[in-house]
């Protein structure tokens, strides 16, 4: 099979190298690519927003499978556009794309099947917003409405701060029409953990959980990001919290957005609370995740090709569940000095072949490009560091040796990915055990 992965982060270099140990693989094309995945693939000037150059480089190369990485070609409807042409493609369609495309939809969703989730308004407009302030219980979260590449999130602890926040948003325009409408929540507390499953809209397979780390700065600190680091399994996950999370969560919604006329296709993927009343839904997405996608692959042992075909063929209840490392498998993003803000480009990166020597380290490029024979950064996030240890200490132990062996000027990384998980184990066995 010939293959085409959309995108160029560090999900998408994890999806090629996965791809890649499959015996059904010959060739694998890369939109665009990174420095990190052109070992692998051939990587294509094609950016991944741009769907109909896509389109046609499939039809004309006879792609056989088509997987998108990033939401925006999702939303932009390039799964419709594909199979206008019978073109094979991995991914929902442009409506049920909407469930991360519009916050306001994906809330109406949870509501209208009785998914858990936290108490939320509406706001249409600055004068709707400052009227919900003077009522509004603090801290309150907000959210813009659109795709704001997982940065579109404030959590306002005064009134003062939130008019700030929302001013700039819904007048000023920082992220442009995604903050046209912004989704008001109450503030929920718990433990947040990634679900990601993948159905073909009847039948449902649920991949190992992973935690991600939202926040900049080491014990969650700082603004969000798209995302700084994650780990799988999550050691206070237990079986019978996925039943719960399954039967409550995943199966209402895929089955609510079914009745809508909206079926779904793909990963569908719920960022979860785990909160003293139960899990709840603090956001849902339509496609792997980042960096949650790079343990994951570490950790699947199974080939992930069949898996993708039935979901297209909707025969995905033929499919054996996937079968996984049993081992931990933690990944430590490397970002650019000013990520998730400006931040600048350029700097040669060093040390990339001391950190690849490293016995069970995968070093995955998220920002990066090749310039006069040298890899540069070109992203906040540059490297997604993963690697797989019989426990999450020993995981972290190795990860950690290899990202202290990459250098370039300005580096950082959170230095507490994982820390937490072997201390809040006991919270979730009281709670869901």
Not at 41 to 62: G, H, Q, S, W
Not at 377 to 387: A, E, I, M, S
Request: proline share 5%; glycine share 10%; net charge positive.
């Amino acid at each position: 099979m010939k293959i085409l992965v959309i995108g160029g982060g560090g999900r998408e270099h994890a999806l090629v190298w996965k791809i890649a140990q499959s015996p059904m693989v010959k060739k694998i094309y890369c939109a665009p690519g990174n420095a990190g995945i052109g070992k692998i693939a051939e990587c294509l000037e094609i950016p991944a927003t741009d769907i109909l150059a896509l389109r046609n480089f499939v039809f004309k190369n006879k792609i056989d499978l088509t997987v998108v990485g990033p939401e925006a070609p999702l939303v932009d409807g390039i799964v419709d556009l594909f199979r206008e042409d019978n073109l094979k493609i991995f991914g929902p369609s442009k409506a049920a794309a909407q469930l991360e495309g519009s916050k306001a939809f994906c809330k109406d969703i949870l509501k209208k099947n009785g998914v858990p989730t936290a108490h939320f308004s509406i706001l249409k407009t600055f004068t709707e917003a400052r009227a919900f302030m003077k009522q509004a219980k603090f801290p309150v979260v907000f959210k813009a409405d659109g795709l704001a590449a997982g940065k579109g999130v404030a959590i306002c602890e005064t009134i003062e701060s939130a008019e700030e926040w929302l001013k700039n948003v819904m007048e000023k325009r920082s992220f442009g029409e995604a903050g046209k409408i912004v989704v008001a929540e109450e503030f929920l507390q718990g433990e947040e953990v990634s679900i990601l499953t993948i159905t073909d809209g009847n039948s449902i397979l649920v991949l190992e959980p992973a935690q991600d780390h939202k926040r900049v700065l080491d014990n969650d600190q700082g603004p969000n990001t798209g995302g700084m680091g994650a780990y799988s399994p999550v050691p206070f996950v237990s079986p019978k919290m996925i039943n719960q999370i399954i039967k409550e969560i995943i199966i209402p919604t895929v089955h609510g957005l079914k009745r809508s006329g909206v079926p779904y296709q793909g990963v569908l993927y719920a960022g979860l609370i785990l909160t003293s009343n139960g899990p709840k839904v603090l956001e849902y997405n339509v496609r792997f995740g980042d960096p949650e996608t790079q343990p994951l692959m570490v950790r699947l042992k199974s080939d992930i090709i069949p898996l993708m075909l039935a979901t297209i063929k909707q025969e995905l209840h033929k499919v054996a569940s996937p079968e996984w490392y049993p081992e931990t498998a933690l990944c430590v993003v490397i970002a650019s000095g000013g990520y998730p803000g400006d931040y600048k480009k350029g700097f040669v990166i060093n040390g990339l072949a001391e950190a690849e020597k490293i016995k069970n380290i995968q070093v995955f490029h998220s920002g990066t490009a090749w310039k006069n024979e040298q890899v540069v950064t070109t992203g906040g996030r540059v490297f997604g560091v993963t690697g797989r240890g019989k426990n999450i200490e020993e995981a972290r132990k190795i990860t950690y040796q290899a990202v202290e062996a990459i250098t370039f000027e300005n580096s950082f990384y959170r230095k507490d990915i994982g820390i937490k998980a072997p201390r809040i184990k006991a919270f979730a066995a009281g709670q869901y055990g």
